[in-house]
Every structure is written in structure tokens, then in C-alpha cells.
Antibody, heavy 124, light 107 residues
Framework: QVSLKESGPVLVKPTETLTLTCSVS??????????VSWFRQPPGKALEWLAH???????SYSTSLKSDLTISRDTSKGQVVLTMTNVDPVDTATYFC????????????????WGQGMLVTVSS | SYELTQPPSVSVSPGQTASITCSGD??????TCWYQQRPGQSPVLIIY???KRPSGIPERFSGSNSGNTATLTIIGTQVLDEADYYC??????????FGGGTKLTVL
């Protein structure tokens, strides 16, 4: 069955680079029309989309965070990696990855499978 | 950038109908999805393509989208429906946008 799981450091210092890995199973990252996004949710706040990678390896990024984010994948390992440079305490949040069918909003399909999320704290 | 606006909270009595709105400029021209998130859990997709329910989502959940407003309706609300609800759409076709979330209280 389909599953996703986030992993990475639980504590990072300000100005450091955060690297998170989403390990997927039950589907292939190169399977047509499938893609994976990263999201975050600060404690007590709303969900925020960060980046998406498509089955053809195209990427899309949040406009406000684009300069700090890089999304990539290792298809053979079934992993999607998000790097965020120059982190700040405001980046403290639970980070989720999730799977989506279809291309962006053109298909209207939502995110049907989500990881359990992991809390990342940015503090010195 | 594109914004979606939800009421911060909605209250409903058990068995009654709850409606949660999501407003955005010409939102009816875009697709909208809805997610349910219980405390400490990951979001769950409950509506996609404005009005479709994924397998396993109860029929009491329905969605609509027209003009500038999308609406999530829960008919016969149950105590277990108490959760945060988020609408989601797209900006420029590919950038994902969420509303600020609505806390549904069933009492």
C-alpha cells in the first residue's frame, strides 16, 4: 500500500541548512501523473505549501520561499529531498510530504496520501 | 499572490448541518479541495475537484464551488467531525494555496 515518511533532524540552528527526506513506498516517483509535495505547519497555525516535484522531474516552488528551497528526488531509492537554506526560528514547524495525482490545479486532484509529519525546531 | 479566506471557527450542534466557506477571487474558476485535520494528525483529503469524495469518506461530506466561494457542507454532523478544516486551491495553475483553516466545534 501507499505510504510516505518524513525524516531528518529534529533540531537545527539558525542560519544552517535543513535537509528533509520523504521516503515513499507503494508507488514510483517516475510513475506518470504522480508527484510529491512538501508542506509545513507551524504550531497552532495553518498549512503552508513549500514545493512540488512532478513525475517528469519538473519542480514548482512557493513564491515567497523559492530562493531558499530546493526539491529533488532519487527515483531508485524512492526518496524526495527538500533543502531549506538559512533557516530561522520562524521555520519551526511540522513538515509533511504528500502525494498528488495529476498536474497542478488542472486536474483538481488533491493530496491523497500524507506522511505522519515531523516537527523541526530551529533554535540556537 | 492568491489568497483564500476561511472563517476561524464554526460551531454546530450534533445532528445539524455545518457549512464552512472558503473565499477567493474567481475561486469558482479553479478547482478546490478540502482537508480534515484532527489534533496531532496529518491532513485527510475529504473533497477534491470541488465536489468529489475519495473512497471511504462518508456521504455526509459534500462540496460546492461557484463565483468567489467554495463551501464544505456536513449534513448530520457528528462529534467525531470536530476538527480543523482547510480549503486548498491553486494559483497560476501549479502553486498550491491553502486557506487559514476553520476549527469546527460540535457541541
Amino acid at each position: 500500500q501507499v505510504s510516505l515518511k518524513e525524516s531528518g533532524p529534529v533540531l537545527v540552528k539558525p542560519t544552517e541548512t535543513l535537509t528533509l527526506t520523504c521516503s515513499v513506498s507503494g508507488f514510483s516517483l517516475s510513475e506518470s501523473r504522480l508527484g510529491v509535495s512538501w508542506f509545513r505547519q507551524p504550531p497552532g497555525k495553518a498549512l503552508e505549501w513549500l514545493a512540488h516535484i512532478y513525475s517528469n522531474d519538473e519542480k514548482s516552488y512557493s513564491t515567497s520561499l523559492k530562493s531558499d528551497l530546493t526539491i529533488s528526488r532519487d527515483t531508485s531509492k524512492g526518496q524526495v529531498v527538500l533543502t531549506m537554506t538559512n533557516v530561522d526560528p520562524v521555520d519551526t514547524a511540522t513538515y509533511f510530504c504528500a502525494r498528488k495525482v495529476g498536474v497542478g490545479g488542472y486536474s483538481g486532484d488533491g493530496y491523497d496520501y500524507w506522511g505522519q509529519g515531523m516537527l523541526v525546531t530551529v533554535s540556537s | 499572490s492568491y489568497e483564500l479566506t476561511q472563517p476561524p471557527s464554526v460551531s454546530v450542534s450534533p445532528g445539524q448541518t455545518a457549512s464552512i466557506t472558503c473565499s477567493g477571487d474567481k475561486l469558482g474558476d479553479k478547482y478546490t479541495c478540502w482537508y480534515q485535520q484532527r489534533p496531532g494528525q496529518s491532513p485527510v483529503l475529504i473533497i477534491y475537484q470541488d465536489d468529489k469524495r475519495p473512497s471511504g469518506i462518508p456521504e455526509r461530506f459534500s462540496g460546492s464551488n461557484s463565483g468567489n466561494t467554495a463551501t464544505l457542507t456536513i449534513i448530520g454532523t457528528q462529534v467525531l467531525d470536530e476538527a480543523d478544516y482547510y480549503c486548498q486551491s491553486w494559483d497560476s495553475g501549479t502553486r498550491v494555496v491553502f486557506g487559514g483553516g476553520t476549527k469546527l466545534t460540535v457541541l
